[in-house]
């Protein structure tokens, strides 16, 4: 509203200073201003639309009143009202001679229509006449009307004058028709693919503000593809290395930074072009350097510049003397009192973390207080920096403070992603199975039905595979600690659906395994559990079903079963459920509870949730079934191809005529009745052998309509629909259902790595980090319980190894398992097989992943980790493809002789920007190229470094709270 206010008022004193306004606009604009209630300016403002309908309706106004009712329509526009009934008026002014008016039109139209609007035909026609036109302003106008207006299907109508004006002689002209062409990119790229070669030489232009617009284009292009413009790292290095030294005009210094966007955005091509490739990295170091010593930090745009820095040297090859230097001035944002820089320290911590873990050891306390800040955009971002820097040996200290935190906040969206962060960190980091069941448990219950149901589901698998490890003691240790801490648990009021379901599941599957509770007490909290929670139909499932379980775990263990009274009210409620899911779970119950012990062994064998399921895909045990019902006269079944052909609606013109053949009046005679004939059977129909098939994903991409059974006559042709519609293009209406192939998505999830993997030594922090910290600040006494947390935070021995998961011991498992089943006389598929299979080509599976195994197929041939891995040892494996096609002059042009007319003073001296032309050097550069290629560390020296210490097995230790740890070693 302030805003609004201050247009108006410099409106209304552009209308005293002779811009032509009447009083009425001025008289306008003072009553909104004056304005106490938005009732009372949307009164005014009505008004106001009124007399203008009325006034712009009027024969012959002259243009100086339309022009002044146009600025009018734009103020009620501005204020959220529509003003629609005038936007015809504004295209017409487009097309006026005169230049004030024309570009009032356009201002209007611009801001008037969008580029989907009805209108924009209208003005086609004059953009093209006015991107002729002699005068650049009115240029100008229609180029910036382009850059708003102009749609896909108009694109190829304005393309070519656009393309020309990149050679006009007005360097303002120049600047919007590459702008112009930009925005054609990001509409439609085919449209301007053939003209990337114009962006490369406007890189050359006389003038640093087509330059400067170049960068734009550019830099959406190179992330598309950056090898393609790897030729160009020594040109851009060269126009950044002279802004940096102040040689472009002066018209350009923003806070006396010279040209601080065009630094930032060149940084920003920079950091894309030297990712990973050491040859041009190295032609960077020295103007990066530079920045970091000239950038001034005094002021905002000087910070930015210098964190646009840090990002660059975080992505290109790692140079010593550059981390130091980000390491410097990334100590002066967290030893700033504003807020906004120690915002920025911590997030280029978090990049440099990464490439030189080391770094962190000398924030540690101001990483702490960060985190105790009351600013909570900063907590935030240390949350951040904290899941960068986690590892086995300090996750239960951070994943426990990131539960505190997301039991004190309210906004669900964020809670949701700090329990994910929670659960993500607790499955690769965990010291142990019951920690992490612990902290799952903490989490659901606190974050509630806000986890996402993968999660419970993969806590029920980790519980039932346990460790994984042969070692059925500890199963059987864990198996017991979880039954004993949900029935703690369960008689909490108001706990989360997803959670209830874990409970009844971990208690009805392993509630009697160590004999400690007895069946009636668990049936009990069951009973209580779905009446406490009646409303949830889920819940109770879950509870019948593990009510089930225990039941029939009595009776197979041969004892005597005595159904509670509330047990038996709650079976008999149920099985008048409106819930047929329910019902069935009821009469189920009350089924097993009726057998005698070894049927129901072999119903429900105990622990057997991860054992393997055998299908019968043929359904052979019927075979017997279907050959004596063949010979009583019973009709042979419809192959499936035929079948789905019969009842497919596609053969139907709509659902309307499906309805109309199956319920009107037919006149043909009955038929009559043929004495029955033994059928023969067609030898496909009978298998001698039964093929087992492993269990997949039900597909429902097919949808089937069944159709009522009409009247068999004689002649079936007389009866059948005689309208054939295959081939023919449904024009509206849902897509036919004429394919009969069903498509079965498979997905494979991928667990996603927190970082990058680094390899950690055991050192001491230099005993003058604490002095370091703030020298500004007097010396303080720092609180133990600071130093304990710093010490756990950024101490112990380096394990970034993740802790191998059940679930790969439990493919172990199912191999030898099926390599047992494998000697009995029938095949048996294993579901299993196809992970132990994958095992060989894919990282550990997620814990939390509920994707069940599936096989993705692949055209790509499988790489052995291990080859790729002899690949980083020997760096002259390692080859680089640098694409040639380099666009530029046969003689580069001084970029200083270019601006030799500005009037500011520069200095004679000037780099040159080098656009190589010679294929010859850029095969001798792609010859360089290859020799250095990998990024960070020698990944040889790790890897060795990291054996040595998993052979030592340090542990961590946290006897002094006085003594800073490493942060990641």
Same mark, same amino acid.
């Given at each position: 509203?302030?805003?609004?206010?201050?247009?108006?008022?410099?409106?209304?004193?552009?209308?005293?200073?002779?811009?032509?306004?009447?009083?009425?606009?001025?008289?306008?604009?003072?009553?909104?201003?004056?304005?106490?209630?938005?009732?009372?300016?949307? %009164?005014?403002?009505?008004?106001?639309?009124?007399?203008?309908?009325?006034?712009?309706?009027?024969?012959?106004?002259?243009?100086?009143?339309?022009?002044?009712?146009?600025?009018?329509?734009?103020?009620?526009?501005?204020?959220?009202?529509?003003?629609?009934?005038?936007?015809?008026?504004?295209?017409?002014?487009?097309?006026?001679?005169?230049?004030?008016?024309?570009?009032?039109?356009?201002?209007?139209?611009?801001?008037?229509?969008?580029?989907?609007?009805?209108?924009?035909?209208?003005?086609?026609?004059?953009?093209?006449?006015?991107?002729?036109?002699?005068?650049?302003?009115?240029?100008?106008?229609?180029?910036?009307?382009?850059? %708003?207006?102009?749609?896909?299907?108009?694109?190829?109508?304005?393309?070519?004058?656009?393309?020309?004006?990149?050679?006009? $002689?007005?360097?303002?002209?120049?600047?919007?028709?590459?702008?112009?062409?930009?925005?054609?990119?990001?509409?439609?790229?085919?449209?301007?693919?053939?003209?990337?070669?114009?962006?490369?030489?406007?890189?050359?232009?006389?003038?640093?503000?087509?330059?400067?617009?170049?960068?734009?284009?550019?830099?959406?292009?190179?992330?598309?593809?950056?090898?393609?413009?790897?030729?160009?790292?020594?040109?851009?290095?060269?126009?950044?290395?002279?802004?940096?030294?102040? %040689?472009?005009?002066?018209?350009?210094?923003?806070?006396?930074?010279?040209?601080?966007?065009?630094?930032?955005?060149?940084?920003?091509?920079?950091?894309?072009?030297?990712?990973?490739?050491?040859?041009?990295?190295?032609?960077?170091?020295?103007?990066?350097?530079?920045?970091?010593?000239?950038?001034?930090?005094?002021?905002?745009?000087?910070?930015?510049?210098?964190?646009?820095?840090?990002?660059?040297?975080?992505?290109?090859?790692?140079?010593?003397?550059?981390?130091?230097?980000?390491?410097?001035?990334?100590?002066?944002?967290?030893?700033?009192?504003?807020?906004?820089?120690?915002?920025?320290?911590?997030?280029?911590?978090?990049?440099?973390?990464?490439?030189?873990?080391?770094?962190?050891? #000398?924030?540690?306390?101001?990483?702490?207080?960060?985190?105790?800040?009351?600013?909570?955009?900063?907590?935030?971002?240390?949350?951040?920096?904290?899941?960068?820097?986690?590892?086995?040996?300090?996750?239960?200290?951070?994943?426990?403070?990131?539960?505190?935190?997301?039991?004190?906040?309210?906004?669900?969206?964020?809670?949701?992603?700090?329990?994910?962060?929670?659960?993500?960190?607790?499955?690769?980091?965990?010291?142990?199975?019951?920690?992490?069941?612990?902290?799952?448990?903490?989490?659901?219950?606190?974050?509630?039905?806000?986890?996402?149901?993968?999660?419970?589901?993969?806590?029920?698998?980790?519980?039932?595979?346990?460790?994984?490890?042969?070692?059925?003691?500890?199963?059987? #240790?864990?198996?017991?600690?979880?039954?004993?801490?949900?029935?703690?648990?369960?008689?909490?009021?108001?706990?989360?659906?997803?959670?209830?379901?874990?409970?009844?599941?971990?208690?009805?599957?392993?509630?009697? +395994?160590?004999?400690?509770?007895?069946?009636?007490?668990?049936?009990?909290?069951?009973?209580?559990?779905?009446?406490?929670?009646?409303?949830?139909?889920?819940?109770?499932?879950?509870?019948?079903?593990?009510?089930?379980?225990?039941?029939?775990?009595?009776?197979? +263990?041969?004892?005597?079963?005595?159904?509670?009274?509330?047990?038996?009210?709650?079976?008999?409620?149920?099985?008048?459920?409106?819930?047929?899911?329910?019902?069935?779970?009821?009469?189920?119950?009350?089924?097993?509870?009726?057998?005698?012990?070894?049927?129901?062994?072999?119903?429900?064998?105990?622990?057997?949730?991860?054992?393997?399921?055998?299908?019968?895909?043929?359904?052979?045990?019927?075979?017997?079934?279907?050959?004596?019902?063949?010979?009583?006269?019973?009709?042979?079944?419809?192959?499936?191809?035929?079948?789905?052909?019969?009842?497919?609606?596609?053969?139907?013109?709509?659902?309307?005529?499906?309805?109309?053949?199956?319920?009107?009046?037919?006149?043909?005679?009955?038929?009559?009745?043929?004495?029955?004939?033994?059928?023969?059977?067609?030898?496909?129909?009978?298998?001698?052998?039964?093929?087992?098939?492993?269990?997949?994903?039900?597909?429902?991409?097919?949808?089937?309509?069944?159709?009522?059974?009409?009247?068999?006559?004689?002649?079936?042709?007389?009866?059948?629909?005689?309208?054939?519609?295959?081939?023919?293009?449904?024009?509206?209406?849902?897509?036919?259902?004429?394919?009969?192939?069903?498509?079965?998505?498979?997905?494979?999830?991928?667990?996603?790595?927190?970082?990058?993997?680094?390899?950690?030594?055991?050192?001491?922090?230099?005993?003058?980090?604490?002095?370091?910290?703030?020298?500004?600040?007097?010396?303080?006494?720092?609180?133990?319980?600071?130093?304990?947390?710093?010490?756990?935070?950024?101490?112990?021995?380096?394990?970034?190894?993740?802790?191998?998961?059940?679930?790969?011991?439990?493919?172990?498992?199912?191999?030898?398992?099926?390599?047992?089943?494998?000697?009995?006389?029938?095949?048996?598929?294993?579901?299993?097989?196809?992970?132990?299979?994958?095992?060989?080509? #894919?990282?550990?599976?997620?814990?939390?992943?509920?994707?069940?195994?599936?096989?993705?197929?692949?055209?790509?041939?499988?790489?052995?980790?291990?080859?790729?891995?002899?690949?980083?040892?020997?760096?002259?494996?390692?080859?680089? $493809?640098?694409?040639?096609?380099?666009?530029? +002059?046969?003689?580069?042009?001084?970029?200083?002789?270019?601006?030799?007319?500005?009037?500011?003073?520069?200095?004679?001296?000037?780099?040159?920007?080098?656009?190589?032309?010679?294929?010859?050097?850029?095969?001798?550069?792609?010859?360089?190229?290859?020799?250095?290629?990998?990024?960070?560390?020698?990944?040889?020296?790790?890897?060795?470094?990291?054996?040595?210490?998993?052979?030592?097995?340090?542990?961590?230790?946290? #006897?002094?709270?006085?003594?800073?740890?490493?942060?990641?070693?």
């Amino acid at each position: 509203m302030e805003q609004l206010k201050t247009i108006g008022r410099e409106l209304a004193m552009g209308s005293q200073g002779g811009f032509g306004q009447s009083k009425e606009f001025l008289d306008l604009v003072k009553s909104i201003g004056e304005a106490r209630s938005k009732a009372e300016e949307d %009164r005014i403002v009505l008004h106001e639309i009124e007399t203008l309908k009325r006034r712009i309706a009027e024969p012959d106004i002259p243009k100086r009143k339309m022009k002044e009712y146009i600025i009018r329509l734009v103020y009620v526009e501005m204020l959220g009202h529509d003003a629609s009934f005038g936007y015809i008026h504004a295209v017409k002014m487009t097309h006026d001679d005169s230049l004030l008016l024309k570009r009032t039109g356009y201002l209007a139209v611009t801001l008037f229509l969008n580029e989907d609007h009805d209108l924009i035909i209208l003005i086609v026609n004059t953009i093209q006449k006015d991107l002729r036109s002699d005068n650049y302003l009115v240029v100008c106008a229609a180029l910036n009307a382009v850059c %708003r207006l102009i749609n896909e299907e108009t694109i190829p109508a304005v393309l070519p004058q656009v393309v020309e004006l990149l050679g006009h $002689t007005k360097e303002g002209v120049r600047k919007k028709a590459i702008m112009a062409l930009h925005r054609f990119y990001h509409k439609s790229p085919s449209s301007v693919s053939h003209l990337v070669s114009n962006f490369r030489k406007r890189l050359c232009d006389n003038d640093p503000g087509v330059m400067g617009a170049t960068l734009c284009p550019l830099f959406d292009l190179i992330s598309v593809d950056v090898t393609s413009y790897k030729d160009l790292v020594v040109s851009f290095v060269s126009i950044l290395k002279q802004v940096a030294e102040h %040689r472009l005009p002066k018209g350009y210094d923003y806070h006396l930074m010279p040209a601080p966007f065009i630094q930032i955005r060149l940084l920003k091509i920079l950091a894309l072009l030297g990712s990973g490739d050491k040859l041009a990295s190295e032609k960077m170091y020295t103007v990066v350097g530079d920045i970091f010593r000239k950038c001034d930090s005094a002021s905002n745009i000087g910070n930015a510049i210098l964190y646009e820095c840090i990002c660059c040297v975080s992505s290109i090859y790692p140079n010593p003397k550059l981390l130091e230097a980000a390491a410097e001035v990334i100590s002066r944002f967290l030893k700033s009192d504003s807020h906004n820089l120690k915002y920025l320290g911590i997030d280029a911590l978090g990049r440099l973390i990464k490439i030189s873990p080391e770094i962190a050891e #000398q924030h540690q306390l101001a990483v702490i207080d960060c985190l105790e800040d009351p600013d909570d955009t900063l907590k935030r971002k240390t949350f951040e920096l904290l899941y960068k820097m986690t590892k086995s040996s300090n996750v239960e200290v951070i994943v426990n403070r990131m539960i505190d935190y997301m039991i004190s906040i309210n906004d669900n969206h964020y809670k949701t992603y700090i329990a994910s962060r929670c659960v993500e960190l607790a499955e690769q980091f965990a010291p142990s199975n019951h920690w992490f069941i612990q902290t799952m448990n903490k989490v659901f219950e606190h974050a509630g039905d806000l986890v996402n149901i993968k999660v419970a589901h993969n806590l029920m698998r980790l519980i039932a595979e346990g460790f994984g490890e042969d070692d059925d003691a500890a199963d059987s #240790q864990l198996r017991s600690s979880a039954v004993e801490s949900y029935l703690h648990i369960v008689g909490e009021p108001k706990l989360p659906s997803v959670f209830l379901q874990v409970i009844c599941w971990v208690l009805g599957e392993y509630g009697t +395994a160590d004999g400690k509770y007895s069946a009636s007490y668990l049936t009990g909290k069951l009973c209580d559990v779905a009446e406490a929670y009646s409303n949830d139909e889920t819940v109770k499932a879950y509870a019948v079903t593990a009510l089930m379980k225990i039941y029939a775990f009595e009776i197979a +263990a041969g004892r005597k079963v005595d159904m509670l009274d509330e047990c038996q009210s709650l079976v008999e409620e149920l099985s008048a459920s409106h819930s047929t899911d329910l019902q069935q779970r009821a009469y189920e119950l009350q089924a097993v509870i009726s057998l005698d012990a070894h049927a129901v062994e072999c119903i429900m064998p105990s622990d057997a949730s991860c054992e393997d399921i055998e299908i019968d895909g043929n359904l052979s045990f019927l075979n017997s079934y279907v050959q004596q019902a063949l010979e009583n006269g019973a009709q042979p079944y419809i192959p499936e191809s035929e079948r789905s052909g019969m009842l497919n609606i596609s053969n139907f013109r709509s659902h309307d005529q499906l309805e109309a053949s199956m319920h009107g009046l037919r006149f043909e005679a009955y038929e009559l009745p043929k004495p029955p004939v033994p059928s023969r059977i067609p030898p496909p129909l009978l298998a001698p052998s039964a093929e087992l098939v492993p269990v997949s994903e039900p597909s429902y991409s097919r949808e089937t309509h069944q159709v009522a059974t009409m009247p068999s006559v004689s002649d079936a042709g007389s009866l059948e629909l005689k309208l054939r519609l295959d081939g023919v293009q449904r024009k509206w209406g849902k897509p036919t259902y004429s394919s009969p192939a069903s498509s079965t998505s498979t997905s494979t999830t991928q667990n996603t790595v927190n970082g990058v993997t680094q390899v950690d030594g055991a050192g001491n922090v230099n005993s003058k980090a604490r002095n370091t910290y703030d020298p500004r600040r007097p010396q303080v006494e720092i609180s133990p319980e600071k130093q304990k947390l710093a010490a756990s935070l950024f101490g112990g021995t380096s394990q970034t190894e993740k802790r191998p998961t059940s679930a790969s011991h439990k493919v172990a498992k199912a191999s030898s398992h099926a390599a047992e089943k494998s000697q009995a006389p029938k095949a048996v598929v294993v579901s299993n097989e196809v992970t132990v299979e994958k095992a060989n080509h #894919q990282p550990p599976p997620d814990l939390l992943d509920l994707g069940e195994p599936t096989v993705t197929t692949s055209s790509a041939p499988s790489v052995d980790p291990f080859k790729q891995l002899e690949g980083l040892l020997d760096p002259t494996q390692v080859t680089s $493809t640098v694409n040639h096609g380099a666009v530029g +002059a046969t003689e580069t042009p001084d970029i200083i002789s270019l601006y030799a007319n500005t009037p500011a003073s520069v200095q004679s001296s000037s780099a040159e920007i080098s656009l190589p032309n010679n294929k010859d050097d850029i095969n001798v550069t792609s010859t360089l190229a290859t020799q250095f290629t990998t990024k960070g560390p020698n990944p040889k020296d790790a890897i060795e470094k990291d054996a040595l210490v998993r052979q030592m097995g340090v542990t961590p230790s946290s #006897q002094n709270p006085n003594l800073f740890r490493d942060l990641l070693g």
